[in-house]
């Protein structure tokens, strides 16, 4: 998919900076000896920008955002292992000002369960992804960890003191619990409360970053037409990567090259025409019934602020339209998701905030829907627990004589084309 560049001067933002009061931290308390995952609690102080705050976030370290939410309020629980922290409670607006609270925590060595997927109270498609880790005073350790989907029902065991799961379950509301049971006859557990939407009843391709099938392109700015030798851009591509991994077969790809502004695009066939999995679709009774899908990933960097946009797409062709359901976290511009627009082949910028962490596992949920007139909605975007709704809807495209569901992956240069690495887990496609 072609990039294109906007480059936008806010000389009144540059100008007037907006005032704020101090961001309003009601938990933890300066100072305090607190155990993990610490609750933070804060709201947003008043600030002369007319349009409001944006979102907050909490920073554990000088450069270390750990979350980030959507509004002027904050409530949230972050795993910290035991030391001392100089953390930051800090808000944003939309005219482009910040205030900040500093709060200086100590935490402690204690046991517990620790659920790092699902947040609690997520909007979630099946299959669920759980992962957590459990800590113990047993000096004999954590013998095993499980999860009831209901009191009483005890959906998956594991031994150890992690837990890392996919889960089938029906759409509704769960009240589950995640718990651990250590040597000594000891157990401990943490509550988490889901809502399962309808792609329950879809069908899911998963761990797609280990699969056969992927094709590596190259898109030359300015034009950002696609090519295979492409002088000026390059690129790799590696399976199998078993650190940094969730799952031990995690993807590596890499960008790189001389001419700034510079893309790669990976993609791989799903369903139809040169499909990669087997399914040809021949008879066409798969892809035209498709109204819903899910692209569900987990993705790790060191450099993630090299990246001009990190872009994540599903596209769906048949009698002869093109819906290409594209995103892209544009670090660069604005560090807000954009969505594209099918027709008029440009890039529209989301109040939705994107700040991914470095060296840290980023979850991202996108949910597409095609309407019953063909039409392609924008529904939801999830990172790292923050749900935006977005909601936006455009027409599609004149794509003849092609047929199919592919699925994209693509990293953008920025202004020097300084090369950086992105690895992928846990990459899922579901459909119904």
């Not at 920008?49 to 270390?64: L, Q, R």
């Not at 939407?197 to 998963?206: C, D, N, Y």
């Not at 066409?284 to 090299?306: A, E, R, S």
């Not at 909605?377 to 199919?404: C, E």
Request: glycine share 10%; with cysteine.
């Amino acid at each position: 998919m072609r990039k294109y560049v906007q480059l936008i001067v806010c000389l009144s933002a540059l100008l007037v900076p907006a005032a704020f009061a101090g961001v309003k931290v009601s938990a933890p308390s300066n100072g305090a000896t607190v155990q993990s995952p610490v609750h933070y609690s804060a709201s947003a102080g008043s600030t002369s920008c007319s349009k409001g705050v944006a979102s907050m976030g909490i920073y554990t370290a000088p450069g270390v955002l750990a979350y980030v939410v959507n509004g002027s309020s904050l409530n949230t629980a972050i795993t910290l292992s035991a030391g001392t922290y100089d953390t930051t409670v800090e808000q944003w607006d939309y005219c482009g000002g910040a205030s900040t609270t500093p709060i200086k925590i100590t935490v402690s060595k204690g046991s517990g369960v620790f659920v790092t997927a699902p947040a609690n109270n997520a909007s979630v498609s099946s299959p669920v992804h759980f992962a957590a880790t459990a800590t113990s005073t047993c000096s004999k350790g954590v013998a095993s960890m499980g999860i009831y989907t209901a009191p009483n029902r005890k959906a998956y065991v594991s031994s150890g003191a992690t837990l890392n799961t996919n889960l089938t379950l029906a759409a509704g509301t769960y009240n589950t619990t995640v718990q651990e049971w250590d040597n000594c006859g000891g157990a401990s557990a943490t509550p988490l409360t889901i809502v399962v939407g309808g792609g329950s009843a879809g069908k899911t391709f998963s761990n797609l970053q280990a699969s056969g099938g992927w094709n590596g392109y190259g898109e030359l700015a300015p034009k950002y037409n696609i090519c295979s030798n492409c002088p000026g851009v390059t690129w790799s591509m590696k399976q199998g990567i078993k650190s940094p991994s969730l799952s031990g077969k995690a993807a590596q790809y890499n960008i790189g090259g001389t001419t700034p502004y510079s893309d790669v695009l990976w993609n791989n066939h799903l369903i139809g025409d040169g499909s990669t999995q087997g399914l040809l679709d021949s008879g066409h009774t798969i892809v035209p019934t498709v109204h819903h899908l899910t692209y569900d990933v987990y993705f790790y960097g060191t450099n993630l602020q090299l990246a001009e946009n990190l872009e994540f797409d599903i596209g769906q062709f048949f009698d002869n339209l093109g819906l290409m359901f594209g995103t892209q976290c544009q670090m660069v511009n604005g560090q807000v998701w954009g969505i594209w627009d099918n027709v008029n082949g440009r890039w529209v910028s989301t109040k939705a905030p994107c700040h991914p962490l470095n060296n840290s596992w980023n979850h991202l949920t996108i949910q597409f829907e095609r309407t019953s007139s063909n039409d392609l909605t924008y529904k939801t975007i999830t990172l790292n627990g923050v749900s935006s709704t977005i909601n936006a809807t455009y027409p599609p495209f004149s794509a003849v004589g092609w047929y199919g569901i592919v699925v994209n992956f693509q990293l953008d240069g920025n202004y020097k084309q300084s090369p950086y690495t992105v690895y992928l887990d846990n990459l899922s496609v579901t459909y119904y």
